[in-house]
């Protein structure tokens, strides 16, 4: 609260202010904390607290805050430059351009994440038109952000979505209800693929893969997202490797596996999916220039 309070000066968030210097308020604050992206983080903090979008904030920049609204805003601050990401703070985050919720369960999903999206697509694009009907599998699905973005582009698939975490499939069941998916997504508790007795055309995954040792140094905003999210083992490969067991067993005939990838991790995920009768091709690279998405396919001779 030390560090809040002394971000806060000399603007500190009262009541009888205005939206507009409470946005300044906030902006100012967040950028002495240190943020990435302070007025940004501000608009969305505000818009969230008072139930306005990008234009109510614009309608209403002079209407004077509250005590409530004031005190909200403190709170949400206060969150904020503890280093709590806005998507946890507002309960969801964007991805694919669709509005997902996410929980403490959960990753909040990530840019770099719609890379394999894109792979993905990529390969079902190989084989015909997305109007086929297709079969995909979800592994370790999270907040739904993979199974609900593949069905919103392939509009006769259905989906079968696993995570271990009971909890992060109510948050994955709800999002492919509010998205208007819940015929065509189904959901099952389990590691991975180990529950699902069928072959597919399409398995994607976002495993965890930070290797155990790096999880204390990374940003904090990331140590928010739960553990068993982020940690890949002792070299990060753990996840890779159990789904490399499974995959024969899941995927049809020329069906496509695209995992997420870690930085410097495509040699060796490609060398476990070769291991496993898999043919690994070159992996999608992020906006970054990462290696982000690798794509096997079943059936075919490395």
């Known amino acids: ?33 240190g943020l990435d992206s302070p007025e940004l983080d501000a608009r969305l903090l505000i818009g969230h607290a008072l139930g306005l979008d990008h234009t109510g904030l614009v309608i209403e920049a002079n209407r004077s805050l509250g005590g409530e609204e004031a005190a909200t805003l403190v709170a949400i601050a206060a969150r904020r430059i503890e280093r709590e990401p806005v998507a946890r703070i507002v309960g969801g985050k964007e991805f694919w351009g669709l509005a997902l919720r996410v929980s403490r369960s959960t990753l909040v999903p990530r840019p770099e994440t719609e890379t394999v999206v894109e792979a993905a697509l990529a390969a079902i694009d190989e084989g015909g038109p997305r109007s086929r009907a297709l079969c995909i599998a979800d592994l370790g699905t999270g907040s739904g ?10 509009p006769n698939a259905t989906g079968i979505a696993t995570d271990i975490s009971a909890d992060a499939l109510v948050t994955a069941r709800d999002n492919a209800r509010r998205l208007g998916l819940h015929t065509r ?8 693929g180990a529950a699902l007795a069928r072959s597919f055309d399409l398995v994607v995954s976002n495993p965890p893969y930070i290797m155990s040792g790096d999880i204390a140094g990374l940003a904090p ?65 992020d906006l970054a220039g990462i290696s982000r998405a690798l794509c096997a396919v079943a059936g075919i001779t490395p």
Do not use: N
Not at 13 to 32: H, K, P, W
Not at 145 to 154: F, H, K, Q
């Open 1 to 33: 609260m030390y560090i809040f309070a002394q971000a806060l000066r000399p603007s500190p968030l009262a009541s009888g202010m205005t939206v507009t210097e409470a946005r300044r308020a906030l902006t100012d604050a967040f950028r002495r904390a």
């Open 221 to 285: 905003e990331v140590r928010h997202d739960p553990r068993r999210a982020l940690d890949g083992g002792a070299d990060g490969l753990a996840a890779h490797r159990t789904i490399a067991g499974q995959a024969a067993g899941l995927m049809k005939p020329q069906g496509h596996l695209v995992v997420e990838l870690g930085m410097g991790q495509e040699a060796s995920v490609a060398a476990l999916f070769r291991a496993a009768g898999l043919a690994p091709r070159p992996a999608h690279a």
């Open 185 to 192: 997504a189904h959901f099952a508790a389990g590691d991975f």
């Open 145 to 154: 952000a993979l199974i609900v973005a593949l069905l919103t582009e392939l």
